[in-house]
């Protein structure tokens, strides 16, 4: 199915796997492009999760559950060590 | 187990890069500012808890001490958000850094004495010589009330990094302890996690207090020379 928008402006969840890599050859790198795809980000994720009427616990706790995993990825270097197995 | 245990402290570096940046500005994504006039739920429970806390903070300040409440409830805020995400697993906590905590106190404390000396020269003046003292102890008296004066700040960068440490640093032992004892003794190891529960409740406790009391601090040094 041939989608009828160009690649280069779809949003990130909605681009093929196949077209993934084109997507991101195709994005803006300028110093003005990466802050400018996160600021999107930002907004599309805090106006579909967290501004909404009635909101839970659930928009945040997803952003920490995101930070948790971000920081175990800094620290995985030293956390290495620390595995319950046999052989190190 | 000695050179895990203060791993967790040191500043946190992706293949070279400081993350630690990116680590210290990230509560201020958990702050949205209100939009409307009245907003979803999640903001408006936000902005009661910050009037409320603004109140409290402000009753006690004159026109010219309220001048600095953004001042204090930003600060207030930050250290709170910050010790708390620092209670998160395997999480940074940037308040556990004795430079940024010092990087905090001492402005806030010298905005504070220069804004006295600046409007209230004689009442700042006044303050390094309680009233009533004898005559023979007036020198003493100058000498200890400046050095008491000069350690303001230090006392507030240094009860917040060694609060926050040691509360890190007990809850990894007691965690690790729990841990190797479950092999050893499953009523111990029982204890031991109890124990680390109720520690981990006075942990949450502690990192508002804490935030708490260094605002207070600031508050009321600023309550003295305004």
């Not at chain 1, 993934?20 to 802050?35: A, V």
């Not at chain 2, 967790?8 to 680590?23: A, K």
């Not at chain 2, 603004?54 to 010219?64: A, E, P, V």
């Not at chain 2, 040691?166 to 003794?185: C, D, E, F, Q, R």
Request: hydrophobic share 50%; charged share 10%.
């Amino acid at each position: 199915m041939a989608s009828s928008i160009p690649v280069k402006e779809e949003k990130l969840m909605d681009v093929r796997l196949g077209q993934l890599s084109s997507w991101i050859m195709i994005q803006d790198f300028t110093p003005k492009g990466i802050p400018g795809a996160f600021q999107r980000g930002y907004y599309q994720y805090y106006n579909k999760c967290v501004y909404v009427k009635k909101g839970g616990v659930a928009g945040i706790s997803m952003v920490l559950a995101a930070y948790m995993l971000f920081n175990y990825c800094c620290c995985y270097r030293e956390l290495r060590h620390e595995q319950l197995c046999k052989h190190h | 187990m000695n050179e895990n245990l203060f791993t967790s402290f040191t500043t946190p570096t992706m293949m070279g890069l400081p993350v630690v940046v990116l680590i210290v500005m990230f509560p201020s994504i958990l702050f949205p500012s209100p939009n409307r006039l009245i907003n979803n739920r999640l903001v408006s429970l936000q902005q009661w808890l910050v009037q409320l806390t603004l109140k409290q903070m402000l009753i006690t300040h004159n026109y010219k001490g309220q001048t600095w409440a953004l001042m204090l409830m930003s600060l207030i805020l930050f250290i709170g958000s910050t010790n708390l995400l620092g209670l998160l697993p395997h999480s940074f906590t940037p308040t556990t850094q004795l430079s940024m905590n010092l990087g905090m106190a001492i402005p806030l404390w010298a905005g504070t004495v220069i804004t006295g000396f600046r409007h209230k020269t004689k009442a700042s003046l006044a303050h390094f010589l309680p009233q009533g003292t004898p005559v023979p102890l007036i020198p003493m008296l100058v000498i200890i009330e400046t050095i008491s004066l000069f350690i303001q700040p230090v006392a507030l960068a240094v009860r917040l990094t060694a609060n926050i440490t040691a509360g890190h640093l007990l809850m990894h032992l007691i965690g690790g302890a729990a841990l190797a004892l479950t092999n050893i003794s499953a009523p111990t190891a029982l204890i031991t996690f109890i124990i680390l529960i109720l520690l981990t409740i006075l942990e949450f406790a502690v990192a508002l207090i804490q935030a708490y009391v260094f605002t207070l601090l600031v508050s009321l040094y600023l309550h003295d020379n305004t």
